[in-house]
Nanobody, 120 residues
Framework: VQLQASGGGLVQAGDSLRLSCAISGRTFDLYAVAWFRQGPGKEREFVAAVNWNGATYYAEFVKGRFTISADNAKDTAHLQMNSLKPEDTAVYYC???????????????WGQGTLVTVSS
């Protein structure tokens, strides 16, 4: 299984970005895809997740600003990020695990990360 994250970049506060996570080689049907982020000097933290059945979950600090979605036909997950803030600056990682989502960064598979930088 491989995950390829993309879509990061340098934006200004208030702008939007859309991250994508392309999944290949998945052979199991019950799974969760999640986005985590890791800022400079910080631990990796949960951002959002979507289960195979479409149920979505968010960290409190992104509710109302970020939206996670999954395109099962294309095996791709997206994270639409609106109203970005400087504190959203981090490397964003997508993860895949068998079963339902969890908020701990102990997923089975990870993408390489994509850097999001938000200037004030």
């Amino acid at each position: 299984v491989q995950l390829q994250a993309s879509g990061g970049g340098l934006v200004q506060a208030g702008d939007s970005l859309r991250l994508s996570c392309a999944i290949s080689g998945r052979t199991f049907d019950l799974y969760a895809v999640a986005w985590f982020r890791q800022g400079p000097g910080k631990e990796r933290e949960f951002v959002a997740a979507v289960n195979w059945n479409g149920a979505t979950y968010y960290a409190e600090f992104v509710k109302g600003r970020f939206t996670i979605s999954a395109d099962n036909a294309k095996d791709t997950a997206h994270l639409q990020m609106n109203s970005l803030k400087p504190e959203d600056t981090a490397v964003y990682y997508c993860g895949l695990r068998r079963g339902v989502y969890i908020r701990r960064p102990t997923y089975d598979y990870w993408g390489q990360g994509t850097l999001v930088t938000v200037s004030s």
